[in-house]
Structures are given as C-alpha cells and as structure tokens.
T-cell receptor, first 116, second 109 residues
Framework: DTGVSQNPRHKITKRGQNVTFRCDPI?????LYWYRQTLGQGPEFLTY????????KSRLLSDRFSAERPKGSFSTLEIQRTEQGDSAMYLC??????????????FGPGTRLTVL | RKEVEQDPGPFNVPEGATVAFNCTYS??????FFWYRQDCRKEPKLLMS???SGNEDGRFTAQLNRASQYISLLIRDSKLSDSATYLC??????????FGQGTRLTINP
C-alpha cells in the first residue's frame, strides 16, 4: 500500500494521559499536514511541515500539542495531559513537491482518539 | 462566521434524482477549490477540483463563481453509492485546506 498510513487507528485513553500518533506520508511527498475532525464537522487544519520544517501552526494547536517530523519523512503528533475535548479524529495528509495550487492532498485513514 | 459554509443537510433523495450542493467562502484570496467525499468513519477523498470555467466528471459537475464567492456541486442520476458526506474545500494558503462542515447525502432505493 503506497498511501498515507497512520497509527494507531484507534486510541482510548484516560484524561490526563499523554498520547502520540504517527503518520507515514506517501513516499517523496515533502509536505505533510495534520488536521482534526470532530463529529459533524469538517476537518480543521492544525499544522504542516515542509520536509522537516514546521512552517505553520493553527491557533487550535495549544501548548499541549506538539508535532515533529525529524527526518522529513514520518511525523508524530503528541498530545500531553489529554482532555475530553481532545476526542476527535486526527487526520494526516501529504502532497507532492512542485504541485500547483490546483493539486491537492492525500489523506490517511486517521487516528480516532477517545478521551475518557 | 466560518470561512467555508455549506448546508449540513441531511439530503435524502431517491435513486436517479439530481441533487445540488452549494457552498460559500469568505476568503477572497483563496485560489483553488475542491469537493471531497467522506464516507462514514473514513478519511476524506478528493472528488474533484473546481475551476472557474466549470468542470464535469461523469455525473458530477462543479462550478465556481469568484464574484459571488460561491461553489456548487451537481450530481445527476444519483446512485446508492453516492451516499456520503460532501465537503466543500478552499485552499487557505500554502495548500492548507479549509473545509466546510460537510453536507450529508443519502440516496434512497
């Protein structure tokens, strides 16, 4: 499978615990994006990387959230001291280098987080 | 006000019907637009890009009106397999995507 992969697919945790999600983009895609989707809403942008550089972070990304892409390939998203409001689907997407503005991103299957 | 707004539905239509979705966006700097389809508990998948000249892909037609900041999607001869949530999407700069709330469509046999 050469698509975007995410692990784990599901995570149930207790409030206050830390969780980490992983995203493996499509090979050679230099841009990697994280989104969050809550029930009944469209995905909301969290942050994106170009290679290993994190170039933009949304206001939604509180201090408890941190994302890394150390070697410009896979990325991790960590949430510290989880809260019930963090329960959502966390989606990762990637895109090829050199695409024009009309080209788009490919999404992974997401990690569904439930905070009890 | 959300940057991309669409009627959340739900839309329930019989098989074979024509259904139209509308969407408005507020950021006039947005350069590109898309319709994504999302099945229940799955990731969004690109349905089609939207161009100012309008574009068609089989039973699907998308239109963009930059003056009115309005985007539409038309589905003709709807199939049961078209049941899904349709997300209107604008490029928010650096290719970060800004999604509408999504419109839920159910095609009934």
């Amino acid at each position: 499978d050469t698509g975007v992969s995410q692990n784990p697919r599901h995570k149930i945790t207790k409030r206050g615990q830390n969780v980490t999600f992983r995203c493996d983009p499509i090979s050679e895609h230099n841009r990697l994006y994280w989104y969050r989707q809550t029930l009944g809403q469209g995905p909301e942008f969290l942050t994106y990387f170009q290679n290993e550089a994190q170039l933009e972070k949304s206001r939604l990304l509180s201090d408890r959230f941190s994302a890394e892409r150390p070697k410009g390939s896979f990325s991790t998203l960590e949430i510290q001291r989880t809260e019930q409001g963090d329960s959502a689907m966390y989606l990762c997407a990637s895109r090829q280098p050199g695409q024009g503005e009309t080209d788009t991103q490919y999404f992974g299957p997401g990690t569904r987080l439930t905070v009890l | 006000r959300k940057e991309v707004e669409q009627d959340p539905g739900p839309f329930n239509v019989p098989e074979g019907a024509t259904v139209a979705f509308n969407c408005t966006y507020s950021n006039s700097a947005s350069q590109s637009f898309f319709w994504y389809r999302q099945d229940c508990r799955k990731e969004p998948k690109l349905l089609m890009s939207v161009y100012s000249s309008g574009n068609e892909d089989g039973r699907f037609t998308a239109q963009l009106n930059r003056a009115s900041q309005y985007i539409s999607l038309l589905i003709r001869d709807s199939k049961l397999s078209d049941s899904a949530t349709y997300l209107c999407v604008a490029n928010g700069g650096a290719q970060k995507l800004v999604f509408g709330q999504g419109t839920r469509l159910t095609i009934n046999p």
